[in-house]
Protein backbone atom coordinates (compact mmCIF):
# COMPACT_ATOMS: atom_id res chain seq x y z
CA UNK A 1 0.00 0.00 0.00
CA UNK A 2 1.15 3.81 -1.07
CA UNK A 3 -0.13 6.43 1.77
CA UNK A 4 0.39 10.32 1.53
CA UNK A 5 2.20 11.89 5.17
CA UNK A 6 2.12 15.69 5.35
CA UNK A 7 4.55 17.25 7.74
CA UNK A 8 3.77 19.94 9.78
CA UNK A 9 5.64 22.13 7.34
CA UNK A 10 3.04 20.74 5.06
CA UNK A 11 5.48 18.94 2.51
CA UNK A 12 4.22 15.82 1.49
CA UNK A 13 5.69 12.12 0.51
CA UNK A 14 5.14 9.16 -0.28
CA UNK A 15 5.50 5.75 1.79
CA UNK A 16 5.45 2.26 0.24
CA UNK A 17 4.62 -0.15 2.22
CA UNK A 18 3.26 -4.33 2.43
CA UNK A 19 -0.43 -4.99 2.81
CA UNK A 20 0.00 -6.59 6.55
CA UNK A 21 2.58 -3.42 7.85
CA UNK A 22 2.23 -2.18 10.99
CA UNK A 23 2.37 1.45 12.77
CA UNK A 24 5.67 0.64 13.95
CA UNK A 25 6.72 -0.42 10.36
CA UNK A 26 5.58 2.68 9.07
CA UNK A 27 7.26 4.56 11.75
CA UNK A 28 10.84 3.42 10.62
CA UNK A 29 10.01 4.40 6.83
CA UNK A 30 9.24 7.78 7.94
CA UNK A 31 12.29 7.64 10.42
CA UNK A 32 14.59 6.12 7.02
CA UNK A 33 13.25 8.44 4.35
CA UNK A 34 12.78 12.17 6.16
CA UNK A 35 15.81 11.25 9.03
CA UNK A 36 13.10 11.80 11.84
CA UNK A 37 13.02 10.45 15.24
CA UNK A 38 10.33 7.55 15.42
CA UNK A 39 9.90 7.41 19.03
CA UNK A 40 8.23 10.82 19.06
CA UNK A 41 5.80 10.79 15.94
CA UNK A 42 2.17 11.23 16.20
CA UNK A 43 0.52 10.05 13.64
CA UNK A 44 -3.41 11.08 12.84
CA UNK A 45 -5.31 9.41 9.95
CA UNK A 46 -7.34 11.79 7.78
CA UNK A 47 -10.42 9.33 8.07
CA UNK A 48 -12.80 11.21 6.12
CA UNK A 49 -13.80 14.83 5.93
CA UNK A 50 -15.56 14.84 9.28
CA UNK A 51 -13.37 13.33 11.70
CA UNK A 52 -9.35 12.32 11.94
CA UNK A 53 -8.19 9.40 14.22
CA UNK A 54 -4.69 9.46 16.45
CA UNK A 55 -2.90 6.35 15.95
CA UNK A 56 -1.54 5.62 19.27
CA UNK A 57 1.49 4.28 20.79
CA UNK A 58 -0.67 1.43 21.70
CA UNK A 59 -1.04 0.07 18.13
CA UNK A 60 2.68 0.50 17.38
CA UNK A 61 3.90 -3.43 17.45
CA UNK A 62 0.58 -4.93 17.33
CA UNK A 63 -1.62 -3.12 15.03
CA UNK A 64 -1.32 -3.66 10.98
CA UNK A 65 -2.16 -0.29 9.92
CA UNK A 66 -5.24 -1.97 7.89
CA UNK A 67 -6.45 -2.31 11.52
CA UNK A 68 -5.82 1.01 12.47
CA UNK A 69 -8.23 2.11 9.21
CA UNK A 70 -4.92 3.07 7.01
CA UNK A 71 -6.19 1.82 3.12
CA UNK A 72 -3.66 2.33 0.12
CA UNK A 73 -3.94 6.55 -0.52
CA UNK A 74 -4.52 7.05 3.26
CA UNK A 75 -3.87 10.97 4.23
CA UNK A 76 -1.61 10.72 7.50
CA UNK A 77 -0.30 13.80 9.45
CA UNK A 78 2.29 13.54 11.49
CA UNK A 79 3.66 15.68 14.92
CA UNK A 80 5.82 15.53 17.34
CA UNK A 81 6.26 14.53 21.50
CA UNK A 82 8.06 17.08 23.04
CA UNK A 83 11.60 16.23 24.17
CA UNK A 84 11.16 16.97 27.50
CA UNK A 85 9.44 14.18 28.96
CA UNK A 86 8.22 15.65 32.25
CA UNK A 87 5.99 18.73 30.23
CA UNK A 88 4.23 15.35 28.99
CA UNK A 89 1.57 15.52 31.97
CA UNK A 90 0.07 18.25 30.48
CA UNK A 91 0.47 17.26 26.62
CA UNK A 92 -2.16 15.35 25.44
CA UNK A 93 -0.71 14.15 22.50
CA UNK A 94 1.74 12.15 24.88
CA UNK A 95 0.25 8.56 25.04
Keep these: MKVVVENL ?9 DNDATVADL ?6 QQKLPR ?12 RSTLINKEH ?6 VDCGVQ ?17 LDNPFCL
Excluded: C, M
Design 9 to 17: TGALFYVQL
Design 39 to 50: DRLILILDADAD
Design 72 to 88: DGSHIYIFFNPLDDESG
Design 60 to 65: EERSSL
Design 27 to 32: KREIET
